[in-house]
């Protein structure tokens, strides 16, 4: 890490610890609030923000989904565009993998999931679903 950004970082450890001695005079629900809001902000500022919200899975390429063809592309081909599954489920003549990005909704934002489920036959891509829904 550069050094401003290392000075950048401790300078924030001090701006919170002074916010945090400074709040039992705001009482309760504001000096709460203040508090979250300045966590939610050094997540963001950190590159954090996934740990913070309890974000499920890896967000993947939109684009990359339309690159998969069905009866081409291979099991290494998906792994190479998309990295490896979450899931596999295996069935008597096919495998199923299941790619899931889940970001839960909260005070400030509404949720999201997106689910691509990727069936394979004799090791050739069968089937792509892909969906993006709202929470």
């Known amino acids: ?18 916010l945090l ?10 000096a709460g609030i203040l508090i979250l ?6 997540a963001a ?5 996934q740990r913070m919200t309890s974000i499920q899975g890896q967000d993947f390429d939109e684009q990359r989904i339309s690159q998969i063809r069905s009866g081409t592309h291979t ?3 998906v792994v190479n565009l998309l990295g490896l599954p979450q899931t596999k489920v295996f069935m008597e003549t ?8 889940l970001v ?12 691509l489920t990727i069936r394979f036959r004799k090791g050739t891509v069968q089937e792509v679903r892909y969906s993006i829904s709202a929470l």
Not at 5 to 17: K, N, V
Not at 22 to 28: D, E, F, Q, R, W
Not at 94 to 101: I, L, Q, T
């Open 104 to 115: 839960p909704p909260s005070l400030l934002r509404t949720g999201m999931e997106k689910v």
């Open 45 to 49: 500022v950190s590159g954090e923000p």
């Open 21 to 30: 001695a400074l709040a039992p005079g705001l009482g309760c629900g504001p």
């Open 37 to 42: 809001t300045l966590v939610g902000g050094a």
């Open 75 to 77: 099991r290494e081909d």
């Open 1 to 18: 890490m550069s050094p401003s950004g290392t000075r950048w970082r401790s300078g924030l450890g001090g701006i919170g610890l002074a």
């Open 94 to 101: 096919d495998e199923e993998w299941a790619y899931r990005y």
